[in-house]
């Protein structure tokens, strides 16, 4: 199982990113998809999850600003970034998890004027 992550970049802040996390391989079932970032000297923390039913979970300091989607069909996780702020700045990583709990290896999201 891998999990390819794009869609990380460089904005000011108040603009808009998209990120998409693409599974591919053998996969039996999925329970839940997500998103974690880790900034410089912080530890890793979940910013939005689904579960295979399609319900979210959001960090607070993302609600209303950030949305997590799926398309089943494409084992896609994606997550619509607005407003985004400075403190937004960290690595991106998604995670899959089935049976087992599968990483992304990230994908920088810079947040700057």
């Known amino acids: 199982v891998q999990l390819q992550a794009s869609g990380g970049g460089s904005v000011q802040p108040g603009g808009s990113l998209r990120l998409s996390c693409a599974v591919s391989g053998s996969i039996f079932s999925i329970n839940a998809m997500g998103w974690y970032r880790q900034a410089p000297g912080k530890q890793r923390e979940l910013v939005a999850a689904i579960t295979n039913g399609g319900s979210t979970n959001y960090a607070d300091s993302v609600k209303g600003r950030f949305t997590i989607s799926r398309d089943n069909a494409k084992n896609t996780v994606y997550l619509q970034m607005n407003s985004l702020k400075p403190e937004d700045t960290a690595v991106y990583y998604c995670?899959?998890?089935?049976?087992?709990?599968?990483w992304g290896q990230g994908t920088q999201v810079t947040v700057s004027s």
């Open positions: 995670l899959l998890v089935t049976t087992r709990y599968y």
